[in-house]
């Protein structure tokens, strides 16, 4: 871990162009460009340094609930309530494929580090993993241990890291056939690795983000002053990881010292609830999205 940095507090730019909730956004891996999806139905391609709506993906038949860019930057998928995940190429903007399958909403997407491996999770309790090499539309693997509604994905090398309102979240090594579970004992809702993939960061609807130990499932840390405990909020770690950040159902925007698991900073960000928060890969930024349609870049 890092020595502490310092919470990126003035707005820079306002993305606008979103109708009703914005429900997710994050950066591309140079971080030259971000993208959000909503309750308009649109991912929106925007430049980080001029705040220009760059590209929009239509397509989604309703709202779209989470998204992720390849780390090749070649592809995004998308996911929402039309029950399939929307693999679209970036150059072009073209819909390259539609992958069905779920029977219920698709909560989160995520592909793996080598953009080989796109992981879906869904509100009927299953993770699918796709072949995003092949131009096949049946999953290449089902998962299926969640004993309720999927929430958030994460990976991290040949791990995948999944969240579940059962309160547990579940560490799979896809390459080893292996599973374990903890247990929070509140609906989860955002889950992410520390750089170094040894932390877990955990939020759920008790209104507390936790730093968990993977190997050990030991709760490291706990951070807590926003509220969540209706809405899926999604947290993250700042670049070198020594601040813990979520947004709050009253639209505030908080930052926690890692270690010390006091609060940072935290100010008014939108006029209602911060849906997710995305950290810049590579400077001192963070993306800010919101229910009232708002979309923020911090510095």
Request: proline share 3%; aromatic share 8%.
């Amino acid at each position: 871990m890092s020595a502490t940095e310092t919470p990126p507090m003035t707005r820079a730019l306002a993305l606008t162009g979103h109708r009703g909730a914005v429900n997710v956004g994050r950066f591309n891996g140079s971080g030259q460009y971000c993208l959000t999806g909503g309750q308009d139905r649109t991912i929106r391609l925007w430049n980080t340094t001029t705040g220009q709506a760059v590209a929009d993906f239509e397509g989604h038949g309703w709202d779209v609930l989470d998204l992720d860019v390849s780390p090749d930057n070649a592809h995004i998928a998308s996911v929402g309530g039309d029950r399939a995940v929307f693999v679209w190429d970036v150059g072009t903007g073209k819909l390259l494929r539609k992958l069905p399958g779920h029977t219920q909403r698709v909560n989160a997407v995520n592909f793996n580090a080598l953009s080989s491996v796109i992981a879906s999770g869904s509100f009927d309790k299953s993770v699918r993993l796709w072949d995003n090499r092949s131009s096949s539309r049946r999953p290449i693997q089902i998962l299926d241990e969640a004993g309720d509604s999927v929430t958030s994905l994460a990976s991290f090398g040949s791990e995948l890291l999944v969240g579940s309102t059962d309160g547990f979240t579940r560490v799979y090594d896809v390459r080893r056939g292996q599973m374990t579970a903890d247990f929070v004992g509140s609906p989860v809702t955002s889950v992410g690795y520390t750089q170094d993939g040894q932390c877990l960061l955990v939020s759920s609807l008790d209104s507390t983000v936790r730093l968990l130990d993977k190997a050990a499932g030991t709760l490291l840390n706990h951070y807590e002053g926003h509220r969540n405990g209706e809405y899926r909020l999604r947290s993250c770690l700042s670049r070198l990881d020594s601040l813990v950040i979520s947004g709050s159902e009253d639209g505030r925007l908080w930052c926690w010292d890692l270690m010390e698991a006091t609060c940072a900073r935290e100010w008014q960000a939108h006029p209602r609830v911060v849906t997710c928060v995305a950290y810049h890969p590579t400077e001192p930024a963070l993306l800010s999205t919101s229910a009232d349609g708002t979309v923020y870049v911090w510095r």
